[in-house]
């Protein structure tokens, strides 16, 4: 039995996404260091996804009718904690094992974690796993439906294109996609051009959206309206890595972020002074 996890309004969206901010903070600070940059980038999304449109019980994680969330970039794993957290399926002290020797929590996702659909970290497969889900599911005359999250990074492997033509060739109406595109990758700036990303997925027979990642309020308005349209959807979600710490956002290299203990605690207080 599936449940509507919660219906929040943009401005509780806002609120729940901060405090995504806030625990992933905690949790890079415990480690001493993480993948926070693309998960502060990514607050915004997953506050709306498991917010307004996850339709699952965190009670009944293999309730074989969930919806289910795919987070294919595994080194993102601190943000899909962070969510976790919040809905209940991971606790609080768990969160402080993030990335430890023998944690629940690695690094790079593992199927293995509660809430965790998929293990990841070689990038360019979870688009591909999305699709054969959701034909899975189609074939089954389940109404549960599969969304990807992928980054920019990403669109730079054959894999995901493939996925992508295999969704539209097959009108999987049950597949959602939403692209980071925070424009980083491990060394600094995107190496291939990847432009124009949204043209690229309607080429493929996806309805497309593109709007700044980090405004709720028109990340909802897209997803309300893909909602309406047949086939699969795609949202390309412009990003701010570090968004809502200014330290973080004029970080020339944020792909990886290692600092000094006491610099996490000032990384906190720029997040508290930024929230409106
Ligand atoms: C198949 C594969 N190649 C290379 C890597 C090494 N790697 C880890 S993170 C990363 C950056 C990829 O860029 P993107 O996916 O856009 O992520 P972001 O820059 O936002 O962290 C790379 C190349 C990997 N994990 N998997």
Redesign the pocket.
Known sequence: MTTEIATKSVAELEDTAYSLRRRMLRMAADKGEG?I??GL?IADLLAAVYFRELRFDPQQLDDPARDRFLLS????SIALYAVLAEIGVLDEEDLATYALNGSELPM?TFDETPGVEITS?????GLGQGVGMALGLRLDGSSARVLVE?????LQ?GSTWESAMAAGGFELDNLWAFV?C?G???DGA?VMPIEPVADKWKAFGWSAREVNGNDMAALVTAIDELRECSGPKVVVLRTT?GHGVPTLVARERA?FVRVAQDEWTNLMDELEENHG
């Open positions: 993948y940059a693309q980038g970039t595994g080194h993102y790079s970290g070689s990038l360019g497969h992928l980054s920019d990074g990403e492997e980071d925070n980083i990758q491990a995107l890595p792909h």
